[in-house]
């Protein structure tokens, strides 16, 4: 197949594949080179046996290339950034995106008196137990490579699995400012970072979620004040919060008429 695609060069646009265990890096290159400068969206998932490609993109320039889409266990790090200038959504090893795994969404009734500016939704990620262990991309990425790198286009990031500290969150941000979609693992200083930098943000998944009342609302000052950042700082324009459980929303709640 690979072969076939490779002798066609056919102007692809958009390009979804399987990559195996006999996916050998020279395979994946040589089919980025043959497509590399018509490839607008690049999808590929990974079979249980596929292999790791730590050289992604193998020093490939793929200066039309829009979005990508990548299994768990494809990539080792986000360094491949600095070959799509134009990037505008990436999605890596997301189960809400990509993976066929069933997920249980439920509304809960909670902040309906903020004016429709925050939509909160609880969801229930099941446990991934066919899926193997989640490679640890951010903690990989060299950000010292990425460090002139700006996306002003990049509206979307998605990683599964990882939880990001709040300094790998504000290595982030500088790289991709403008995003208005994030799904990633998070705790309270990841959290309290993403309030602080990515302001014009209208969905956030968070899974895993790490992140307590504190993490939400900060440290309480008095009645109904809490130190900043917090979630407050998204009023604007958030329209989505995802979390997997939905205990934290009852003191969300009770405190709305002073938050926002």
Sequence with gaps: MATSLKHLKLPLKNFF????HKTEDHIFRELLQVHAETLVELFVLKERS??????????????????LRFGNGIVANLNFLKHMPVLKSVSLGSGTDMLCWNVIIWSINCCQTVANMIAFTAVCFPPPEDVEEWYPIISNTNFDELNNLVFPTMRKFAIAGHICTGE???????????????????????????CSTWKNLQKLVIHPFQVDEVGLLGNKIGKGRYHLPNITDLQGNLRVFFEKGSKIFEQISSNEKYLF
Aim: glycine letters at 14%.
């Design 50 to 67: 596929g292999i790791l490609y730590p050289n992604f993109c193998f020093g490939i320039h793929l200066p039309y290339l829009t979005t």
């Design 17 to 20: 594949f399987e990559v195996g």
């Design 168 to 194: 790998q969150i504000g290595k982030l941000a500088k790289i991709m400012p403008n995003l208005t979609k994030l799904n990633d693992g998070l705790g309270n200083d990841g959290f309290q970072m993403v």
